[in-house]
């Protein structure tokens, strides 16, 4: 990087003027480091029947190595059709047609070079409800790397599957039954941590969960979510949810999806913005209250009974999911 001192402050007489950089780096990354982007959506269109609205519409999105990446919106507006689009999961679907680019660092992923049971190795896959094999835990994990001849020996394929248990935060409740237990055998949570770590087993570089937490119980949920923190270390995560809690909690930035009132006349748009808890804008206030009128509790006192505090009010309250929302903030 060059410096140079501005001619104007020493034809004045006075002291050198600060030292300015000439090509400074510009800063792509959320997180502020300077990194071309994993993938790259452009323009992307995406139709199931011939003659139907289109189920995505120029859709454009980056996602970046080390960020966790969440799809919010209403159901059926293509989250999890976008999803699939990634590791080309809808190439068996008949009827689809997909219109656009989608690059896989730098090279398009519908490429004729490109082959498709290669390229889904990049990619790692956790469904909404559990589906581990109905066999042993060890096979479960091992069964990826097995198929793609990923280890050299029984001793690396034995270390492996124990890295990955561990990561998946499963190794102490398992270690002893590998063998014996089988992965239907488990919890649903331990179900879901064990087809995480069947993700992790082709080493892959994107992790795309589909609602991951949308079947299981809350202390299993946190578990994943607390999972996805450490996994985004050295892996890009997209992830599909319904919570905008769990949004704020786990994304680095998230992509809106949403579908018009009419799908002949507006397709599906997406809006990318940062981590609503770092100050994201007004959007995901709206909203929550959106959703707040739609989801309410199912147990509720009867309006205008007497409380401790009084009468309850004549009309039912909005629900919300962020304090700082219920409170006008």
Known sequence: MEDRTTDSAI???????RPVATDRPTITHPSGRNMDPLIEVRGLNLWYDRGAPPALSQIDLDLYPGEALAFIGPSGCGKSTMLKCFN?????????KIEGRITLEGEDIHDAQVDPPLLRRRFGWVAQKPNPF??????????GPQLHGLMRDRDELEAHVEDCLRRA?????VKDHLHEMKGTDLSGGQQQRLCIARAL????????????????????????????????LDKAIVIV????????????????????????????????????????????????????????????????????RGASPPHPPAYFEDKDDARGV
């Open 11 to 17: 034809a004045r007489g006075g002291a050198p003027a």
């Open 134 to 143: 109905p066999s042993t835990i060890w096979h479960n994990v091992t069964y």
């Open 88 to 96: 080309r999961m809808h190439d068996i679907t008949p009827g689809v």
């Open 169 to 173: 935060h499963l190794w102490d409740e």
């Open 201 to 232: 087993s082709t080493k892959p570089d994107v992790l795309l969960m589909d609602e991951p937490t949308g079947s299981i119980d809350p202390i299993a949920t946190k578990s994943v979510e607390d999972l996805v923190l450490e996994l985004k």
């Open 241 to 308: 949810t319904h919570s905008m809690m769990q949004a704020r909690r786990v994304a680095d930035r998230v992509a809106y999806f949403h579908r018009g009132a009419s799908a002949g006349d507006r397709a599906d748009r997406t809006g990318v913005h940062r981590n609503p808890h770092r100050g994201g804008p007004r959007l995901y206030r709206r909203s929550i209250r959106l959703r707040g009128t739609q989801h309410r509790p199912a147990f509720r006192r009867p309006f205008g009974t007497p409380t401790r």
